[in-house]
Structure formats: C-alpha cells, structure tokens
C-alpha cells in the first residue's frame, strides 16, 4: 500500500494561511488545479498549491478533497508563482487572490458537487446552457407630463430622452432594478422594448479594415530596435518609455509585439480603461486581426471564460485589457506594455487591493519577460526607478509627424480676465475669443473641467444648509437633464425641489460648475456650434466611442467633459483645449496632488494640434505659479519631476519613503474608532514603530467621513525601510485576520486613494 498524499489547498477565506487535504487514492493533483474540498460544514473551491506526504501534525482527522473541477490545472505555473507572491507583497490571503484572478466556476459545478458530494470535472458540464444571449433593447415612447413617476422611473426615461435607444445591461448599470422599471413603464406606454441577439462582443462589432506598419520614424525606430533586442533574453529587463503626447507610442508596441508573436512568444497589454481607450484596442485589432483577446469589464462570464480558455491552451496569445487583464493566461509571456503607466486606475481600491502597474512589473520580472510602462507624463515613482537605474529610459522628444507642441497661453482667473459675451464666469474672454476663431475656421475644439453634473452642491441662503446626501458626508449634485440630485459616491438620488427641505424657503442656490452646466453655457454663447459631452453620465455603455466617433466624423465642434478627454484619445481635428480651471486637483487632500495636476494639464493640452495644423491651449487658473501649472504650460516634464522629487524627499514621502494605509469602516462612529485605535494600538507596540523607523500618522477621520452610511477612520505606516514598514504592517494584517474587525478593516500597500 503507497503512503497517504496530501495537497495544500488556499481557500477563498480571509486568511493567510492555506489548508491540508488528503487526496482519494487514484485522484492526481498538480498545483494551479481547482478542487473541492469540506470546511467548516461546506465545500468550497481552493487552489491546490503544492502536493506532499507529510502527515499534518497535531490534527486529528484529516479530511479528504471532495472533487476536482478541471482535469488541467487553472493556473499555469509561471502565473501561479505569481499571483502568490502578489498575495504575499500585499499581505492578501492567497486564496481570495487566487479567486479572484480565476475564470468563474459554472454553476452547475457547483450544484453538483451540493448533490453527489463529488464532481470530477467541471469541463464535462459546460454546454449545457449555452444559448444565444439575448437581451431587451429598449425605445423610448412618449413622456407626457404630469404623470406622477418615481425617481428611478424618471431617471430612466430621462436616459431614454438622450439616446433614444438603450440595451438593457447598459441601462442597469445607471439604474438599479431596471428590469422590473422597464416593464413598469411599458405598461404605463412610456417606452417600447424588444428582444434582441446580442453582438458577440462590441469591440468585435465592425470589420477594421487592416493596418499595415507605419514607416517608424527614427526615435520610434531606435526605440522598437532597443525593445526586440531584450526579447527572448535572459533579463529583458523593464523600460519607461517616455514619448510626449503624440509621438507615436502605440507604434512602438505594435512593432515590438509582432516581434514577440512571430518568435512564438505571448504578449500582453495593459491599459488604463478600456471603455476609455477603444483607439489603442482598435487599432491592435486593425493590426493584429482576430488573434487576440479583448478583455473588459463588459464580457460576461461565458465570453470572459472562452477567452481565459482560448489563452490557456494557446489558441490565443495577445491579451489586451484593464488592470485585471495583469491575471490573463497568456502562454510563453514575452512582453508586458503598460499603456498611461501613470494614471491611477491601474490602483485597484477595493478587495485584492493591487497596482496593476507594479504588478506588471513583478510578473514580468518573473516570467522573464520584457516590461514597457509608457507615458508622456510618468508617475514619480517610474521616473525615480529609471532615475536608481533599476529601469531603463527610452525617450521620444518629438511628436510622430513633427507637428509642433501646441502653445500654452495662460489666463489668471484671479485677475478678473473678464466674461466672454455669454456672461459664464468659466468662458473668459480671452476663452471665449479662442472658441470663435476655431469655430469660424471650421475646427474642433475640447474643454475641460473636472466636476460632472450641472452644480455640484446646492446651498441655502436663508438657512446657510447645504444639501447632503444622507448617506455620505457630501453634498448632492445637481444633474439638470435628469431632473435629479445625485451622491456621486453612493448614487443616491433624488428630486430636485426647489425650496429648502430643512427651513422651506424658496432660496436654494447653486454653487459651482459642472459640465452640464457648461454644455448649456456653450449652446447659449454658440448657438450654431455642435457641442457634445463626455463624462461619467453620458460614457455608459457605447457612450465613449460615439462621442468620439462623432468628434472623428467632425459631426461636432466642441466636446467638454471630465477627466475622460484628456485620456490617450487621437482627434487630428482637435486644435483647441481649454482648461476651465486648472486649479481643482491641486486643492486635493493628497500628496500627489501636484502630480496628479500636471498629469491632467499636460495630457489635456497633448490633445491638441496632433493633425497638420498647429494646436493651442487657454489654460484657465487661480494660480498661474504654481510649479505644477507652470511645467506643464511648458510641456516640461523634467522640470516638473525635479521640483517635486525634491518635496517628496522633504516630506519623507512616496518614492523616497514607503506608505501602508489602514483603514476602518463601520455602520457606528464610536465603533470604527474603537477599530481603528485598537490595530494603531498593535502597530505602536512593535519595535519598529517604537523606535521610530516606521511612522504612525493617525488615526483620523478619512476626508471624507462617511460614505453609504458607514464611518471611515483611517492611518498610514511611513518609512524608509521596506522590511520594517512590512513587519508592521503584517503585525496588523494579522490581527485583522484574528476577526477582530472582519470586513472593516483593511490593509493598503502603497496606498493611492488618501480620500
Ligand atoms: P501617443 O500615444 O504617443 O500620444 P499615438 O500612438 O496616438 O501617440 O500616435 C499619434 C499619431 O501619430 C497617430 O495618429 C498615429 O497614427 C501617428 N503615427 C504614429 N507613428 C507614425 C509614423 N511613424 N508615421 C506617421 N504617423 C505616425
Ligand atoms: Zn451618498
């Protein structure tokens, strides 16, 4: 008789630690394969992570695994590897790690295994319940007024009244419930729905027309050459590839992954937000056809599934997606691009809360492959690493077709530059002068501001009350098309009324800007230019390639909006960007708020003049010398580097000192102090606190306090030293894990949100 096997199995519980199992005699097990097995009076699926014959010590029964769901390991090794040592940088239990990086499970694997008690493989059930997905498509009808309509209702048909027409996962992603709302208001005769076929996947809706290799010019040519030597090398090594706006970056990595692809390697691409980005994904399509795997946050399970599948055995080997697309299975990984290294989506801030970016870095370290983080505005922590020469620089000056940087002018908000005709404080004249000369030349132009909605906060006169969401500690914003007030953190919604709902009088008013309320104001000051608007309430579902597309087809003239148009977008028609006010990410709680500025103002004005003709920028502000302000009216990304590197050393602050936050967050104000003061209490007990080499900023209250209805407390760990400041942290984390605080309290490494 063989000795007994046992597997170490990491379970989808919030500890670190993984499980011992017994394996049925004739089941083989090979780490990376998913299993069943009992727990605390349920079967929940683990990953089996190593298989051994050491008997458990001081365990009594050893219980056995119960099933097994794929005959072939999930994780393929390099990717397993990984993801644990991810785990362990973010002190995260493995097995929720794992969970969440994997396919999901089929249901009927799961209902299986509740009835026969074993399942031998969840690849036998599929197929079962494949049928064409279909959808309701939904019409609007007829708003009569008057009727008496809940908020919902209303904020559904006022969506309707926009775009005429809308699928209805699109719509439940604004409004929930809007399934049962839908036939509600069918029966009413306010709207029409059908069903309808899905397209497979709206990045594969239209045929591309093929692209062939730009002739790169001669720094995207000594760039690609650099790049392709490091393939298939021992160290590839990781590169910024710094190239201001519009020099042709995506060249670059379209050139370097058909190196990768025609030597048989796998490539994957890293992008800020897909929905955000449909150029950069169409034109890897355009170039590399069908053979690569989109993956976005509007897959549903079974198209996520085929797509993990498809990598997996190979069929596949370009992946491009969001910052979870880092988990893809990519087969012979060769090349890692990290497109916008710099911006801050790459920060997952809930659950396995990781940077994409970072993590590029690790896998590709890993699996030897070569990393490429590129940006035309690199995050302080990339430029120092290329700065310690523990990455390599590559730089593009010039922009792909030499077209000249557009011309920064600044107007001074301070010194009462005066209003345009239309009276609007925020289209100044000097403003208000640009617009018509782009117009009148026949020209398209982008405005930016930061704040969606028409007012971001109503305010009474009488009574001084500002008009709060209940649940959060923020006030509501005003969104005028749909007659509503919003929490733009818990979207909680209401009417609009116009007296104050706590003295009733008539004296509500509105306190600042938001987008809408400059779209009304543009329509108004140009009554024949085509405005269009793009940010979070008009984004939804296509919402960001129609936008575009129309701005492409110079179907409009200018398009405000948010923080969504100064992203990576390529409008050669563009030859105007105004900058509203450049003021509100400065006044941010945050130590990388000057960061985050230049970032916004030099990647809002690289949208402009990337066609034939020269581009301009009116950048609007309260502080003309502020040195982020200033740098970025320059395009002077080392100018700005430099000043700021010297602050953060000043302040011991990210990249020169390393930062863990924690954080607590509980339905009782009193409550979530206790939390928060009782893990703070373990930290300052460690040796490494007491003596100093770890900081203890805190406990405070979070900025913003109070968030669907659940008080936030929060402090950060600060030091020099990665290996104290880690052994602090873990001290935590583990007393988290004891269930002193399950699910309100966490722990964040290297932290991004300080809101
Ligand atoms: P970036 O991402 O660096 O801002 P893009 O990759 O969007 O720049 O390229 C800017 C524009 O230049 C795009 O329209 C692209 O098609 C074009 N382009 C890039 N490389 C070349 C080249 N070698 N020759 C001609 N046009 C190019
Ligand atoms: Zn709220």
Sequence with gaps: ?????????????????????????????????????????????????????????????????????????????????FLLRAADYYLAPAGEVLKSAAPLLPKEAMKQLKQSGFVTDAGELKGRKISAQTTWRVRHAALSEGLRLGVRQRALLALLAERGEVLLPELSQHIPNARSLVRALAEKQLLTYEEVELEHDRFFAAALPTELPFQANREQAHAIEILSARLFTEKPGAFLLHGVTGSGKTEVYLQVVQQALARDGGALVLVPEIALTPQLVARFRARFGEGIAVLHSGLGDRERNAAWRALRRGELRLAIGARSALFAPVPRLSVLIVDEEHDPSFKQEEGFRYHGRDMALLRAQ?????????????????????????????ELRERAKQQLMPKVE??????????GPGGHPLLTGPLHRALERCLAADEQAILFLNRRGFAP?????SCTELLRCPACSVSLTEHRRAGLLRCHYCDFTTHVSEACPSCGKLTLERMGVGTERIEDALISSFPGARVGRLDRDTAAGRGVEEVLDRMRERKLDILVGTQMVTKGHDLPGVTLVGVLMADQSLAFPDFRASERTFQLLAQVAGRAGRGDLPGRVVLQTYQPNHFAVRHALNHDYLGFYREEIIQREELSYVPHARLVAVRADAGDDAVTRRIIDGLAGIARNTPEVRSGVVALLGPAPAPISRIRGRYRWRFLLRSRSREQ????????AARIQEGVAPGRAHVDVDPVSML
């Design 457 to 461: 906060s109503l305010r009474c006169s």
């Design 366 to 394: 890993m699996a030897g492959a070569l990393c490429v983080l590129g940006t035309a505005t690199p995050s302080v922590e990339s430029y120092f690493l290329t700065e310690q020469g523990r990455m390599q620089r590559l």
């Design 1 to 81: 008789m063989s000795e007994p096997r046992f597997v170490d199995v990491a379970l989808p519980v919030p500890l670190s630690r993984a499980f011992t199992y017994k394996v049925p005699a004739g089941l083989l097990l090979e780490p990376g394969m998913r299993v069943a097995v009992p727990f605390s009076g349920q079967k929940l699926a683990g990953f089996v992570l190593r298989e051994h014959d050491t008997q458990p010590e001081g365990v009594k029964r050893i219980m056995q695994v119960a099933g097994l769901f794929e005959h072939e390991p999930v994780f393929p090794d390099e990717l397993l590897r």
């Design 410 to 419: 600044v107007v001074d908000l301070a010194r009462n530059p005066g209003n």
């Design 725 to 732: 400041l880690r052994t602090v942290a873990q001290a935590v």
